[in-house]
Nanobody
Framework: EVQLVESGGGLVQAGGSLTLSCSAS????????MGWFRQAPGKEREGVSC????????DYADSVKGRFTISTDNAKKTVYLQMNNLKPEDTAVYYC?????????????????WGRGTQVTVSS
């Protein structure tokens, strides 16, 4: 059974940092692509960042460039999202997703497996 389990969310003040983790099981981690997406109340799901587990190619949404860093530990089958200088507009449920063809894309519809999400709340 494929499982993606996110952790690390929480409440933080603006300017603070959080690191999200996503632990994968039930599939061969490499060569999947992994992505982080978020959805705020009343808004559409949006891509935050993605990474190829094979060559570590990454991509970021413009809104998080320079503040967020995605990485993987293939041995642990885990993907991370380091979030620095958080802003209130980063408040959302953050989801981890896996794409089986290894295409690091910000298009959420192309991902095959999803976690249940972790809440990130940034207070002003």
């Amino acid at each position: 059974e494929v499982q993606l389990v996110e952790s690390g969310g929480g409440l933080v003040q603006a300017g603070g940092s959080l690191t999200l983790s996503c632990s994968a099981s039930g599939f061969t981690f490499d060569p999947y692509a992994m992505g982080w997406f978020r959805q705020a109340p009343g808004k559409e799901r949006e891509g935050v960042s993605c990474i190829s587990t094979r060559d570590r190619t990454t991509d970021y949404a413009d809104s998080v460039k320079g503040r967020f860093t995605i990485s993987t530990d293939n041995a642990k089958k885990t993907v991370y999202l380091q979030m620095n200088n958080l802003k209130p507009e980063d408040t959302a449920v953050y989801y981890c997703a896996a794409e089986r063809f290894g295409i690091a894309t910000m298009t959420w519809a192309l991902y095959d497996y999803w976690g249940r999400g972790t809440q990130v709340t940034v207070s002003s």
